[in-house]
């Protein structure tokens, strides 16, 4: 990002077409990190039809989908799609940190909630003690990870939580 030009706009995205879908190259625990990380990146997010619930390569979406799984990471989606909308994520710094398999995006903007994505993509509980983010409130989070991926999002502004 450093290298950018100072009036570039980046643009990020996950799958390039329906034969190259994200969910056809990673695990489905993923999902829903992936799709996090991307809405907490400067710039424009894009997003393949259908990623947003992990579709495959070749997979139609099913408007009368029921499924909980592909439910729940469609609400994870929304959710955290409605804080682009925020000044911090709009307009505030990045920092990018990767701990073993944790990955740290922090964005913070002076006078606003400052957010914080850390994503355990290991099999291991990590504990994460990050003091040295720059603008970030000192934070200790408990990152678990089993079978699944579990991300946490929290708001360091007044120590806040949004989700764990």
């Given at each position: 990002?450093?290298?950018?030009?100072?009036?570039?706009?980046?643009?990020?995205?996950?799958?390039?077409?329906?034969?190259?879908?994200?969910?056809?190259?990673?695990?489905?625990?993923?999902?829903?990190?992936?799709?996090?990380?991307?809405?907490?990146?400067?710039?424009?997010?894009?997003?393949l039809f259908g990623d947003e619930r992990g579709l495959k390569n070749g997979a139609l979406i099913k408007w009368d989908d029921t499924d909980e799984c592909c439910l729940n990471k469609i609400r994870v989606y929304q959710e955290v799609s409605s804080l682009r909308e925020s000044e911090t994520l709009l307009f505030g710094s990045t920092e990018v940190r990767v701990d073993g398999d944790v990955l740290i995006i922090a964005r913070v903007k002076k006078g606003n909630p400052g957010y914080?994505?850390?994503?355990?993509?290991?099999?291991?509980?990590k504990y994460c003690h990050y003091d040295e983010l720059s603008d970030v409130t000192t934070c200790q989070l408990h990152c678990q990870s089993s079978l699944t991926v579990k991300t946490a999002l929290v708001i360091d502004h007044n120590g806040n939580e949004i989700s764990t």
């Open positions: 990002m450093d290298s950018l030009p100072n009036d570039a706009w980046p643009s990020f995205s996950l799958g390039k077409n329906p034969e190259s879908r994200i969910a056809s190259k990673v695990d489905e625990k993923y999902i829903n990190a992936l799709n996090m990380m991307l809405m907490m990146l400067p710039g424009t997010p894009i997003t914080i994505l850390l994503s355990n993509f290991g099999d291991i509980e």
